[in-house]
């Protein structure tokens, strides 16, 4: 196991390139070992005018440096976020808890995206157009829209800030970012190699602290136009209706209810995998873990055997250890809402048949929850309906595609969803009905890719993406500019021979 550690005992705010000391602050514990790794600022309100006094006048200068330099900064933090990837992955393990080959990956995903967004920097594509008129020219162009404030989660604590905060700058914007106050540390990692780099100051500041303090004022100052947020359902919804009286943009990602769909044809091993994956893997903390699994009823047994026997080979405990398959969730009131769940289930009569204990004696002071599996649950069973962000599946039977898809359909959230079939028809009447923003075909529910859109239907957001070209349109006003070149008045509809 690595003994890395930090070199500051306390962290700071990140504000104007100038590192400033907070009074108070809170103790950042290890998920995996209930120890202290450092304190994070609770930062008061005015944290949050000071940032964006800077922000406001660094971003009036840097939306004139042209895109393509402002892309070669994104392209040096890549770089050095590639040198640091196991230094950062390591950080992440410690903070958030998932296993260091987890770590890694979502480090890398935040590698990907400054790589992709830097291209961007050559592209940000507008569209020329013909016009009604002769001698008049038409173009669209994203202009930036100018202080965008992003608010991320404990879950993907990295990678998520980089789906939001490299649209942002490559297309001209300042950022006041808010981490969350578990995982502090990959905030401050990415805003030193920022520094680092050559952004300038100004560009991009954190601030710590708690949402009801800096998201609140986040959301309240009238020159953060854009809010960015991904999070529980409940403060998106505030955030969306505080923004709504605002006139501001608000980009939400709110998790979901997403489920493996296995069919009769299916190959089950394959299914198997994917379902351990998705559904243990980041001890189901993930906005796409999958959280149900719709079987057709004649594979049902053949899949449940198949699920018992490779859940026998999930170790679980410290995610440092190359070993371990399964690490601790995040802390005790995460704990405790799956335990809720736990009890939900039995009451409701879903039959548990596997897991549904906290490992306590043997893992000492970390946050261990077993895998867990229930079976015959009914659709509108609660297990089945509301996200416990935890490591537990519930086991729904089907007896077609059609009665799977609205299964599948019939939840509050839309983010992902998968079928496992070898039948290409089932294969394309899934992609076309299944009604969230990403679905698999023959792989579990997690692994996007950084370069295609990130979001979901229904309750899981409100109409926009993260990552991929579309997280431009969040941080981007479009405009329409028309040139006339004819040296006299024309008039558009009409001054035009029909
Ligand atoms: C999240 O859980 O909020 O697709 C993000 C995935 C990861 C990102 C998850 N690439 O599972």
Known sequence: MAALRLEVQKLKNYINGKWLDVKESQAVINPATGMEIVQVPLSAAGAVNTAVKAAKKAQKEWALIPAPQRAEVLYRIGYLMKERKERLAQFLTMENGKVIEEARGEVQEGIDMAFYMAGE?????????????????????????????????????????????????????????????????????????????????????????????????????????????????????????????????????????????????????????????????????????????????????????????????????????ESIKIGPIINQSGLDKIKKYIEIGKDEGANLLAGGYELTKEHQKGYYFTPTLFTDVSADMRIAQEEIFGPVVSIISVKSLEEAVEVNNGVTYGLSSSIFTNDVGRVFKAQRDLDTGIVYVNAGTTGAEIHLPFGGTKGTGNGHRDSGVQALDVFTEWKAIYVDYSGKLQRAQIDVES
């Open 121 to 321: 920097g050559r592209r940000l594509f507008g569209q020329t157009t013909p016009t009604e008129l002769k001698d008049k020219f038409a173009m669209t162009q994203r202009s930036p829209v100018g202080v965008v404030g992003i608010i991320t989660p404990w879950n993907f604590p990295i990678a998520i800030a980089t789906w939001k905060s490299f649209p942002a700058i490559v297309a001209g914007n300042a950022v006041i970012w808010k981490p969350a106050t578990e995982t502090p540390i990959m905030a401050y990692e990415l805003a030193k190699i920022a520094e680092e780099a050559g952004l300038p100051d100004g560009i991009l500041n954190v601030v710590f602290g708690a949402g009801s303090v800096i998201g609140d004022a986040m959301v309240h100052h009238e020159d953060i136009r854009v809010i960015s947020f991904t999070g529980s359902n409940d403060t998106g919804r505030n955030i969306a209706s505080a923004c709504g009286k605002q006139l501001k943009k608000v980009s939400l990602e709110m998790g979901g209810k997403n489920a493996v769909i296995v069919m009769d044809d299916a190959d089950l091993d394959l299914a198997t995998e994917g379902i351990i994956w998705s559904a243990f893997g980041t001890s189901g903390q993930r906005c796409t873990a999958c959280s149900r699994v719709i079987v057709h009823e004649k594979v049902k047994q053949a899949l449940e055997e198949r699920l018992l026997a490779a859940m026998q080979h999930l170790s679980i405990g410290n995610g440092l250890d």
